[in-house]
């Protein structure tokens, strides 16, 4: 019988350490992990839960990451409930293996302490794991603070477990910014926690001997479309269920979660899109730019995956410039984010100017100065009625003024 | 929103340091936020923690602040660190020296004109004399107590005896003795 | 022995090889594909499968029993009973589990699910060879009346 962990109703936690008492609370059947900074303590922390009788699970350390994730693999087809974290190189070579995880349709969940891929040698925190985990077939949210890094790993065990979805996922934390940044945290009760997560139905499940299933079969061009289209619709069809699970932890906690979320977009002229803690500091920037008696509001990106087209294009529809921003080395073309945001909003009734803003590549600091520039060059281009800079630039970089692309509307 | 710098070596304990304040600042009812810019990650490297303390959710994520308060827990790294960057005419800087309010000034011209908010205490020969090693951070605490009139001196011990508790009983009274001597100290 | 034992179903039951892989089957839509390409190996419950005989079980359409791949053949092992010493050699190697024996006696080819590799022939230590390759066309009888005569020991 596990020890119990005392959880005080008001604590000051890091992203990693909330990540990790999520994964106590959710009662983690097993978590197979290699450590990489900025991650390493989440699963570092639930190995010393295990070993100090907070938690009856499994902690078992592997030789790479790519063992992690086909151990979680082996333990999540077992029928447990399995969860592991990672970040940048750790994650580039687990990749092979999530699209293994997501085409078996296990539910992991993995925390992914973004961080930047060398080269340059790197710690600290972008978003070049995310981006390169976005075609994995996982779904993939994104915490803004510590407060959320622990709600959404609660969350994600019931929505990645829900029979209609059987998916697995990733919760993203920035790596540093809120991985190693001490926050108020409220964490639920040992109780409420286990009670909102609920314990898992396996389905097909290898450890039922009363029903032996192959995992891992081979489909070529005969079979291999339709198990893609079908995981495909499978992802989308989880909306429902990340709704009703957000629902049901806002009127536990009060905290609301939405797959796009709103910042003073009531009568926002010009926005910021973003996804991690930038949103936050953007929400802090809009504010100040609404003193200067700009319109400013912020989006952010709750859930990448499923990518929420028809809400952007719904909280979007009344903004008339919009500076999309990606953490992430674009490597020859637009960031990825404002690709997807330009096509939602291509293909809407008032297809706003979209611009691309790269900022904060391998930790590099993003102030509120910084994002008030963004929202003064967006009032620009709705004032202009086109996009008056360069549509993607880079932004806090040292040297001369980097950008590319020039618009051909006016 | 106050906001505090501080300026330490990897090993000094600013990054406990910076935590611990902020998880006794948050029983207050205040958000907190404790956060590190690590260097090279070794010991003796020359790092900086930060505080944000408000009465509201912390939204601000950026590592630029002005501070309101630098601490200074390494003698070294108030000459050679630059302590003075992004300050406002308000910042008050507490800084662990051995030398006199005014020798130090004059060994660290970016303070002049900034005399009447600096404050000077020996964290390290107070740490060595109570927890029998070099531990700043704790004396550093009872010194910025005492200069920003946060906390009541006993609201601050008794909550820093929670954030200790893991520790021996002996590690803690030290500490205890280390953070109200400073408070005294702290000139 | 007699054709009528070692008959192409020798231990089938109506499942066994019952549709061509890769030939004649149902190619599904994308939402009647399994989830996870996970496959069940049964049908109902099998708690019992390891107690039970292969014909005695369930086996799903997704499990290899249920296909025949006996068309790849161009030639087929022919089992002499009559030369067998029941060494179990040829069930160890046969790639395919299609040696079929029970309580280690010698019975058969499961000829559903053997491709004619050779290599039951190629293992078996009697002399002469209890197994023998013959054309698939071959009839079992006029294979079992041509089987040759014992080799004699060539002198050194």
Known sequence: MAVEFEVNEREVWDGNYAASQALRQADVDVVVAYPITPSTPIVENYGSYVGNGYIDGEFIMVESEHAAMSGCIGASAAGGRVATATSSQGFALMVEVLYQASGMRLPIVLNVVNRALASPLNVRGDHADMYLGRDCGWLQVSAFNAQEAYDLALCAFRIAEHHDVRLPMMVHQDGFITSHTAQNVYPLSNEAAKKFVGTIDPVDDMLDFSRPVTYGAQTEEDWHFEHKAKQHKAIMDSVPVIEEVFAEFKALTGREYKRVEAYDMEDAEVCIIGLGTTVESARVAAKEMRKEGVKAGVVAMRVFRPFPYEELREVLKNVKSIGVTDRSSPGGAMGAFYNEVSAAMMTSESRPLVTNYIYGLGGRDISIENLKTIFKEQQANADAGHITTDIQQFVNLRGPKLGFFKSKRS | ????????????????????????????????????????????????????????????????????????????????????????PTTKYIITSHLSKDELIKAIPALEGKEDRVYVVDCVQISLDTIKRSMPNSPMLGAFVKVSGMFELDYFLENMKRVLKKFPQKIIDANMEAITRAYNEVK | ?????????????????????????????????????????????????????????????????????????????????????DCQNCWVWCPDSSILSRDKQMLGIDYDHCKGCEVCVEVCPTNPKSLLMFSEYEDLGDALASWPEKKKKEKK
């Open chain 2, 1 to 88: 929103m106050t906001e505090i710098r501080w300026h330490s070596r990897a090993g000094q304990g600013a990054v406990s340091g910076a935590k611990g304040l902020g998880d006794v600042v948050a029983t207050t009812g205040k958000e907190v936020q404790a956060f590190a810019l690590y260097g090279s990650a070794k010991r003796g490297a020359a790092l900086r923690a930060y505080n944000r303390i408000s009465d509201e959710q912390i939204f601000d994520h950026a590592k630029f602040m002005m501070p309101d308060y630098v601490l200074v827990i390494d003698p070294a790294l108030a000459m050679t660190d630059d302590i003075t960057m992004n300050d406002k």
């Open chain 3, 1 to 85: 022995m007699s054709v009528e034992q070692q008959d192409l179903n020798l231990l089938a039951n109506e499942k066994r090889g019952r549709f061509q892989l890769e030939a004649g089957q149902d190619l599904y839509g994308w939402n009647e594909v399994t989830q996870g390409s996970v496959l069940p190996a049964f049908e109902g419950d099998a708690s019992n499968v390891a107690n039970q005989k292969a014909e005695e079980r369930n086996y799903s359409d997704y499990n290899s029993y249920s296909a025949t791949v006996s068309s790849w053949r161009v030639i087929k092992p022919v089992f002499n009973i009559d030369v067998c010493i």
